[in-house]
C-alpha cells in the first residue's frame, strides 16, 4: 500500500469532525472536544506517516483532476502535491493543531455552549490549513488560503460581543484581503502567462517566459504573503488578532495560518528568484517587518501583545531567509541559494514549535490570573513550576542560545543573509538589522519571562491566588501540550544531525547534506555565529538587570526626553493604526464620496440632461400648438400646397 | 358651352378667396361663410367635370355636398351661439382654448 495515494485524506479526516460537530454537536458538551481531538488526531496519523514516507524516501508525489474547464486551453485543477517543503509543513501543521486542540478541551472549558461554536470552526480551520499545504496548485492554494482567512476571522471575533473582538477580525480580514487582491493579480498574471496554475508546470515553463512579468508575478504573489503574513506594512492585524482564544491565537495565528504566506513564498521560489529586484525587495520586507516588530515587542504591555510582535518578527527573518535564498538563486549561487531557503523553512518550523508553546504558555498563565497585563502579573512562578520552565525553554530558544532549536535556525536565516550581502549591499544592512533583532528578541522574551514568573506578586497574582477557583496549576491537558511543545522547541533545532540533515531533506533542487562534525565545524568556526550569540546573550542579561534584579529601571529610562517619546511611539505602534484608519477614511471614504459626486453629478447629469432637453425641445415645438384656429389652417394650407407643388414638380422632372 | 377651364378658374378664385377668409377674417360667422365659399368652389368643380365627362356621377356628390355643407352650418352656428353665450365673442382670435 503507498501511502501517499490516501494523502487527500489527510484534510478530509479533520473535515469529517467538522461536519459532524457543526451538524449535532450543540448538544454534545465535552464530547465535542474529544471528536474534534479524534479527527485532528486521525489527520495527523496520517499526515506525520505520509511526511515519514516522503521525507525517508525524498520522493516527489503528485496526483491531479481536472475540475473546472474553462476552454479547451484552460483548465482548474484539483490535486495533491507532496514534497519535502509539502511534509514538513504538514508535520508542523498536523501535529501543533492536535496539540492546541487536545489544550483546547481544558482551556475552553467553561465555555459553555460556545464550545460547540469553537470546536466546528477549529476542525474546519485544521481541514483547510492541511489542504492549503497539499495544494498542487496556485489556485487551489488560494482557495483554502481563501477558506484560513474566514476560519481566522470567525475565530478572532469568537467573543463577538465584544466591541474590540469584532473590531480585530473585521480588520484581521480587511487588512489581509489587501494581500489577498494581490495574490489574485499575481494569479491572474501567472494564468494569462503561462496558462496553468500547477505548481511544477509554472517552474518548468519559467525558463520560456516573459522576465518582466513573472518578474511582476512574483511581486504579487509575495503581496498574497506580505498579508497573511503579517510583514510591513500590513503586520498591524496580527497583534490586534489576540482579541481571539489564547489557543487560537497560538494555533493561527503563531504556528500555521500565518506560515502559509512563507509557504506561499516558498512554492513562488523559482518564480521571485527570475528576478533580482523581487528578491531583495523580499529579503528588504522580511529584515524592516523583523526590526520594527522587535521593537515594538520591547515594550508591548499585554503577554499576548509581547507574542504577537514577536510572530511577526519572526515570521519577518523566515522570509528574509527566503528572499535572500531566491536572491543568491538568481546570481547563480544555487547551493547557497537552497541552503538559504531551507533556512527559512527550518526557522518556520522551530518558530511554529516554540512560539506555539509560548502562546500555550501565555494562554495557562491567562488562564490562571485572568488578565493580559503584564504589570499585574509576576511571582507566578511559584504556583506554576511548569508553565515556568516550558516557557523559559522556549524564551532561550527564541533568543538563540545554543544549543536549542531557535538557535541553529536563526543563525542560518543571518549566515545566509550576511552571503546574500556580497552581492548585493542592502542584504549587509539587513543583516544588521537581523542581529540588532536578535538582540532585541532575547530582550523581550526574557522581559516577559521575568515579569510574569519572577518578582513580587502583583494585584492580579495576588487577586487569583487568594480568590480563584483553582490554586493550582494548569489541568493536564493543558500541560502535555506545553511539556511536549518545550521538548520541541529545546530539540527540533536537532533535525539538522538527523540523517542527512535538515538541509539534506528540505531542500530547493541542491540538497546540501552535511555530517554532524561538518556541520558543527561549519556553524562554530563562523565569527557571525558568535555574533549572534553574544547578541542574544546581551539582551538576556539586559532584561535581567531591568526587570530582575531592578538594577535599571525601565520607567526611569523612558520618563522623558527622546526615549519617552520613542516609548510611546512604540505603544502607538509607530501610528499604523492611525495610518490604517486614515487610509481607510482619505483613501476608500474619499473615492466613495468621489464616486457619489460621480454619480450624482455625471450619471444622473447626463439621464437629467436628456431628459431637460426633450423637456426644452417640447416647450419649443408646443407653441406651434397655439389654439388659434386660423393659424392651423394656414398652416394645414400651406402643408398642403406644399406637397401639391412637390408632386407637380416631381411629376414634370420625370 | 363654357369651356371647363373657365369654369375651374372661377372655382379656383373662389377657393383661394374662401381660404383666404377662413385665415384672414377674425369674425368667426365669417369665418364659416368663408368655409362656405370653399365648399361651393369645390362643388362648381363637381359639376363641371360631371358636364365634361357626361357622368352624372359628379352631380349627386355635389348634392350631397350641399346637404352636408348645411348640416355642418347648422352645427357650426350653433356651437357659435352658444360661444357667444359663454363667451359673449365670437372672434376666433379670443378662442384658443385648444392649446398646451
Redo the contacts between chains.
Sequence with gaps: MDILEYAWLIPVLPLLAFVFIGLFGKKLNDLNGYIAVGGVGAGMILALWTAFELLTTGRVYSTSQTWVVLSSKYTLEMGVYLDNVAAMMLIVVSFIAFLVVVYSTAYMHDQGPRRHRYFTEICLFVGVMLGLVLANNFFQMFVFWELVGVCSYLLIGFWYERPSAARAAKKAFLVTRVGDVMFMIGLFILFTQLGTFNYEEVWHALDTADPTMMAFAAFFLFGGAIGKSAQFPLHDWLPDAMEGPTTVSALIHAATMVNAGVYLVARSFPIIATSAEVSLFVGAIGGITAFIAATMALCAPKIKGVLAYSTVSQLGYMILGLGAGAFLWHHGHHVEGSIAFGAGLFHLMNHAFFKGQLFLGAGAVIHYVHTEDLAKMGGLGKYMKVSMITMLISCISIAGIPPLSGFWSKDEVLAVTFEAGDAGLTFMVLWVLGVLTAFMTAFYMFRMWFMVFGGKPNEGTKHATEHGHHKHEAPIAMLIPLVVLAALAFGSGFSLFIGDGFFGAVYYEHAHALSVGERLTEVFTSPLTYISIVAAVGGIVLAYFSFYKTNISAEKVVSKGFPKAMHQLLLDRYKFPVAYDKIGYVGVYGFSLLLDKFDRYVIDGIVNGIAAFLTAMGGVT??L??????SY??LL?IGVSVIVILLYVVGVLR | MIPLEFVLIISSVLFVIGAAGVILKKNAIMVLMSIEIMLNAANINLVAFSSYFGDATGQGFALFSIGIAAAEVTIGLAILLNLNKLRKTVNVDDINLLRW
Excluded: W, Y
Design positions: 408646443r407653441k400648438q397655439n389654439g388659434f384656429v386660423q389652417a394656414t394650407l
